[in-house]
């Protein structure tokens, strides 16, 4: 069956980094796109941006662009997300979400979230 | 590219269906039939329900439905039921590879 296991929780100071991974089993990782959510506590959802594992192409939605980076290790089957000079609005789960086999943009397979903590 | 709207909370009673509404602009919804509905529970992560403005996944009941008209899409719930209490999210592709979500609704079963 299709998973998306995330890294576990992330406290972290303003201006540092955090990296999150994604390790996706259950299918053909090289397949499908990955996207990246974040949701801040009680909000909503918030579309962060893509890659491909196949060919590593990214596309990040502008609010992000210059402070985040999406990577992926194909031998692992695993996606990593890192953003960079974090803030307190920072303070979010973030989720990595593979974009379905159904027609049109949408997320059939989440990981379970992974709470980064900004906080001094 | 600017979230999309929906209503912060709905209710209804079991039995009862309820209608959840998602507007966005000319750019996102208007312009792609790319309309997906998430629901969530709480501390859990969100769950595919609707895509394609109407479609469901295999293993979705079919109390769960899907329209669009304009640039307002629209889930509703029928015969509600204690488990249907939860957040409900919408997106639409934004066009340029993007994606957009909505800020979530509360669907409260009283």
């Known amino acids: 069956q299709v998973q998306l296991v995330q890294s576990g929780a992330e406290v972290k100071k303003p201006g540092a980094s955090v990296r999150v991974s994604c390790q996706a089993s259950g299918y053909t990782f090289s397949g499908s796109f990955i996207h990246w959510v974040r949701q801040a506590p009680g909000q909503g959802l918030e579309w962060m941006g893509w890659?491909?594992?196949?060919?590593?192409?990214?596309n990040y939605a502008q609010k992000f662009k210059g402070s985040v980076s999406m990577t992926r290790d194909t031998s692992i089957s695993t996606a990593y997300m890192e953003l960079t000079s974090l803030r307190s609005d920072d303070t979010a789960t973030y989720y990595c979400a593979r974009e379905s086999v159904y027609d049109g943009t949408n997320f059939d397979f989440w990981g379970q979230g992974t709470l980064v903590t900004v906080s001094s | 590219q600017s979230a999309l709207t929906q209503p912060p909370s709905a209710s209804g009673s079991p039995g009862q269906s309820v209608t959840i509404s998602c507007t966005g602009t000319?750019?996102?919804?208007?312009?792609?039939?790319?309309v997906s509905w998430y629901q969530q529970h709480p501390g859990k992560a969100p769950k595919l329900i609707i895509y394609?403005?109407?479609k469901r996944p295999s293993g979705v009941p079919d109390r769960f439905s899907g329209s669009k008209s304009g640039n307002t899409a629209s889930l509703t719930v029928s015969g509600l039921q204690g488990d249907d209490e939860a957040y409900y999210h919408c997106?639409?592709?934004?066009?340029?590879?993007?994606?957009?979500f909505g800020g979530g609704t509360k669907l409260t079963v009283l």
């Open positions: 000319s750019s996102d919804i208007g312009n792609y039939n790319s």
């Open positions: 997106s639409s592709y934004a066009g340029s590879q993007n994606v957009v």
């Open positions: 394609e403005v109407t």
């Open positions: 890659i491909i594992p196949y060919s590593g192409a990214t």
